[in-house]
């Protein structure tokens, strides 16, 4: 989703009244005032503003969502794994694109907005991270699940030992999210490699905590 636009190219009275030149936006709307990066003259010009359209959008967070509403210019194309803020009632939040309802029980990949009618995303400011943990001894078949909260631009690096609280693992595999962009697999698991947790699906990983699988 775009952000106002604080760049144009327009033409500059003082040094390029034939050709456009780039200019910063010091004032927007219809008639913006400008500064000309190449010479500075500030002046006034007619800049066409783009129209916008509201539409709702689903925010999934955890095991509950809720439903807001986003204005954007109704010609500007999104798609599925974009994300961009929106304001709620409960917080302002950095969001993810899921999902763009077009129609009734219809969905696509990428669609301009004005032929989108829901935007489904999920929050990805703050996420809950899936953790599935082995035993460090090796000797029990059991495993264990649970899960830790932590930003969403926070970086999980196969090979490192994390801890959170009581828990402490050491990272085996990271397996990423469907909508994720930039990410050569689908589960990665060398050393060094790393995903942000709003990237995680499941994070897989060896138990270091101490008192974990004793035998009473």
Not at 177 to 194: F, I, N, S, V, W
Request: charged content about 30%; hydrophobic content about 30%.
């Amino acid at each position: 989703m775009s952000t106002p636009q604080d760049r144009v190219a327009v033409a500059c009275p003082s040094c390029s009244p034939e050709e456009p030149t780039v200019h910063e936006v010091l004032k927007p709307g219809g008639h913006a005032t400008v500064r000309c990066t190449e010479c500075s003259h500030v002046h006034k010009v007619r800049i066409e503003e783009e129209r916008e359209v509201q539409r709702d959008v689903i925010v999934s967070q955890d095991q509950e969502s809720f439903k807001t509403t986003a204005d954007a210019p109704a010609e500007e194309t999104i798609a599925v794994g974009e994300e961009f803020i929106v304001d709620t009632e409960e917080a302002i939040m950095l969001v993810r694109i899921t999902g763009l309802e077009v129609g009734p029980e219809q969905r696509k990949e990428s669609a301009t907005v004005e032929d989108v009618t829901t935007i489904w995303t999920r929050a990805v400011d703050n996420v809950s991270v899936n953790v599935t943990v082995n035993p460090k001894d090796g000797k029990h078949d059991e495993t264990r699940s649970f899960k830790i909260h932590v930003p969403g631009d926070y970086e999980f690096v196969v090979g490192d030992t994390e801890k959170f609280g009581d828990e402490e693992f050491t990272v085996k595999a990271l397996h990423v999210r469907e909508d994720a962009p930039e990410y050569r697999h689908g589960k990665l698991d060398h050393t060094g490699d790393m995903v942000y947790a709003k990237d995680v699906n499941r994070l897989y990983g060896r138990d270091q905590t101490s008192t974990a699988w004793s035998v009473w």
